[in-house]
């Protein structure tokens, strides 16, 4: 069974603090996106990442930075925080090109920046 | 956003009854993935579909890429099918890249007794 785990799971932070979602897979998959869900929005990809190394930007990535150091972990930074980035986060993996992309979520961190 | 649009935004049903979702490409899609977020928040993969069909159990999907649109059936609704459907498409001229989904803003389903 696909794995996506994601920590924390709840953040309080303050503005202009630096905050770190984290997410690891265990399945092995080349891909990994960062999305955040407002209501009205949907789903919003951030940042994404082909594999260790990587990071590509997505549709909304100002204010955000991503590192994947390895082919598990793949982080979202926030710097300076702001109200403005109160979310809830999901993390997701897929397998690359050559196959099925079907994406696995995780469980979804919710941030509240004061 | 608008380049995946979804309809209708909420829908009420119930229990036992048939219904249709329905998700418009404003681009080219190549794939398309159901999911249904339940209602604490965790999603889950319902189909992966290249123009087609599939069919799990009470669900039934389709995708007509030269229509652009996709539809997903809900035969005899059950209580747990409560939660938000999210419709994502793939394409290059879509996204800009490829393994990269644009999601819908979701159809919001609450079966009632």
């Known amino acids: 069974e696909a794995a996506v785990t994601q920590s924390p799971r709840n953040k309080v932070a303050v503005t202009g603090g630096k905050v770190t979602l984290s997410c690891n897979q265990t399945n092995n998959h080349n891909n990994m996106y960062w999305y955040r869900q407002d209501t009205g929005h949907g789903l919003r990809l951030i940042h994404y990442?082909?594999?260790?190394?990587?990071?590509e930007k997505g549709d909304i990535p100002d204010g955000y930075k991503a590192s994947r150091p390895s082919q598990e972990n793949f982080s979202l930074i926030l710097e300076l925080a702001t109200p403005s980035q109160t979310s809830v986060y999901f993390c997701?993996?897929?397998?690359?090109?050559?196959?099925?992309?079907?994406?696995?979520f995780g469980a979804g961190t919710r941030l509240s920046v004061l | 956003g608008d380049k995946v649009k979804q309809s209708p935004s909420a829908l009420s049903l119930q229990e036992g009854t048939n219904s249709a979702l329905r998700c418009n490409f404003s681009i080219a899609a190549t794939t398309v993935q159901w999911f249904l977020q339940n209602p604490r928040g965790s999603l889950m993969n319902l189909f992966y579909l290249v123009p087609g069909t599939k069919e799990n159990g009470r669900l039934k999907s389709a995708f007509d890429s030269k229509e652009s649109y996709s539809t997903l059936h809900i035969r005899d609704a059950q209580l747990e099918d409560s939660g938000t459907y999210f419709c994502a498409a793939e394409g290059f001229l879509l996204s800009g890249s490829f393994n990269k989904l644009t999601f819908g803003a979701g159809t919001r389903l609450a079966v009632c007794p």
């Open positions: 997701a993996s897929g397998p690359d090109w050559g196959g099925q992309n079907t994406l696995y």
């Open positions: 990442s082909y594999g260790a190394g990587s990071t």
